[in-house]
């Protein structure tokens, strides 16, 4: 047990970040990314001894956070929340506005994306391997490379679209 | 106008700060289980208390009639009935850890959820008779060391009490309690599902 506490700890620090970003990034929200960490790390706590080495163990904690975000906010609780994502990062913009408004536009644009697309473009902004991505997304390399294209392109055009607003 | 690099590197230069630690998540995750594991838990003192004062009453005070003794015995062994119940289904929850075992606390916590449901439906009207009915037999002698105000209010208190226990607050309970395990189930059964596989994009 406390070989597993130790490593779980080793895994949290070098991982919650970035997982943290992601969940971010997906909701837009510093309460509902916490509670998606937090379920994140609650499953690799219970699956560690499940997982084989097959990939890496970054990839694996990855997928079960996409997994967990896209149940997150379609579980039935949740969608009153999902509908107000927008809203939330409407809000959050005002706080930190003064502070970094760059900052706060992107995560509006990305609010703006699909979905899966929001997963997939906040891995590519943490500078995942593409393979990896593909792995974690159940997409082929070469569908993936297609769709980050398509969503690096709309994000930039959003992006463009507000600040010059 | 800003290209896709430059976006990336306002993405990258937004630094997000973890608000705790490993441990700490853990406990979270420890402290919304066990704020249902102390309900449970005081439920079962509460009723222990009412045992133990009904018992004393019996114990240290004398009453002449047998109507008072059939009062007192069928009080205590339904209280008494209910707090194993209790402790039982407080069992349920506690016996697993659910960061060692998630499937079968999530199976121990669903069925805790049938068993209260139970006890605050069909159980409870069992309950209540058995508790009206030793109330009734108690009253019998009680009663009749009273005038008539005193027993129209001791009569009229008794019954209004039943009947707010009966109604608004069993109502209140069961909807606190049925709303409170119900997000825990969700919790747990978000928790417990797709580890390996990939959903589709």
């Known amino acids: ?165 | 106008m800003q290209a896709f690099d430059q976006i990336q590197e306002l993405w990258q230069k937004h630094e997000v700060e973890v608000k705790f630690s490993a441990d700490e998540m853990l406990q979270q995750a420890k402290k919304e289980v066990n704020g249902l594991k102390f309900k449970s838990a005081l439920n079962i003192i509460g009723m222990a208390a009412s045992f133990i004062a009904i018992a004393a009453l019996w114990i240290f005070f004398h009453f002449d009639s047998w109507t008072t003794h059939v009062g007192i015995s069928i009080t205590i062994i339904t209280i008494g009935v209910y707090t194993l119940i209790l402790y039982r289904d407080y069992r349920l929850i506690v016996k697993t850890d659910f960061t060692a075992h998630p499937q079968e606390y999530l199976n121990n916590l669903k069925t805790y959820q049938l068993n209260r449901y139970k006890l605050y439906n069909s159980l409870y009207w069992f309950y209540m008779v058995a508790l009206s009915t030793g109330i009734i037999f108690y009253f019998i002698e009680i009663l009749s060391h009273f005038n008539l105000i005193q027993k129209i209010i001791a009569i009229g208190l008794t019954f209004l009490w039943i009947l707010f226990c009966s109604t608004i607050l069993r109502r209140a309970v069961i909807k606190r309690e049925k709303e409170r395990i119900a997000l825990l189930i969700e919790k747990f059964e978000r928790i417990s599902g797709q580890i390996s596989a990939p959903e589709k994009f």
């Open chain 1, 1 to 165: 047990m406390e070989q597993k506490d130790k490593l779980f700890k080793e895994i949290f620090d070098s991982n919650s970040k970035k997982i943290f970003h992601l969940c971010y990034g997906y909701t837009g929200d510093t309460d509902a990314a916490n509670d998606l960490l937090q379920e994140t790390f609650l499953k690799v706590w219970q699956n560690l001894d499940k997982f084989r080495n097959k990939s890496l163990i970054s990839t694996w904690i990855y997928r079960i956070a996409v997994n967990t975000c896209l149940t997150y906010l379609r579980s039935e609780k949740r969608q009153a929340k999902d509908e107000l994502t927008e809203n939330i990062i409407e809000n959050k913009i005002e706080e930190f506005s003064e502070k970094n408004e760059q900052v706060a536009l992107l995560y509006q644009c990305i609010s703006k994306l699909e979905e899966n697309d929001r997963l997939i473009i906040t891995m590519v902004l943490d500078e995942l391997p593409y393979h990896e991505i593909a792995d974690i997304s159940g997409i082929s390399e070469g569908n993936l490379r297609v769709k980050i294209h398509r969503i690096k392109q709309k994000l930039t055009e959003l992006y463009n679209q507000y600040a010059s607003v």
